[in-house]
Nanobody, 113 residues
């Protein structure tokens, strides 16, 4: 059974940073593309960033230059380093393993002064 566990969210002021983590179990992690999504209150879930098994990364325009996705195949983990956070980054962030349609439980990120 594939399981994803998200962590690392919290409350941060505008301009601050957070690092989200997602640990994966139940599958051979290093062959899979991993993706981060987010869902703000009243909005649809949206793609944030992705990383392939060969470490090719993609970002949505609204996070380019501020967020960095990375992975550690020894720890079976994917990370989202978020810098220069803005009020509009407030959302629940979810990691996603497309191959299995699996999702983490989500971690709340709140950017507020």
């Amino acid at each position: 059974q594939v399981q994803l566990v998200d962590s690392g969210g919290g409350l941060v002021k505008p301009g601050g940073s957070l690092r989200l983590s997602c640990t994966v179990s139940g599958t051979i992690f290093d062959i899979h593309t991993m993706v981060w999504y987010r869902q703000a209150p009243g909005k649809q879930r949206e793609l944030v960033a992705g990383i392939t098994a060969s470490n090719i990364t993609t970002y949505e325009d609204f996070v380019k230059g501020r967020f960095t996705i990375s992975r550690d195949n020894v720890k079976n983990a994917v990370y989202l380093q978020m810098n220069s956070l803005k009020l509009e980054d407030t959302a629940v962030y979810y990691c996603h393993l497309p191959q299995f349609g699996s999702w983490g439980q989500g971690t709340q990120v709140t950017v507020s002064s």
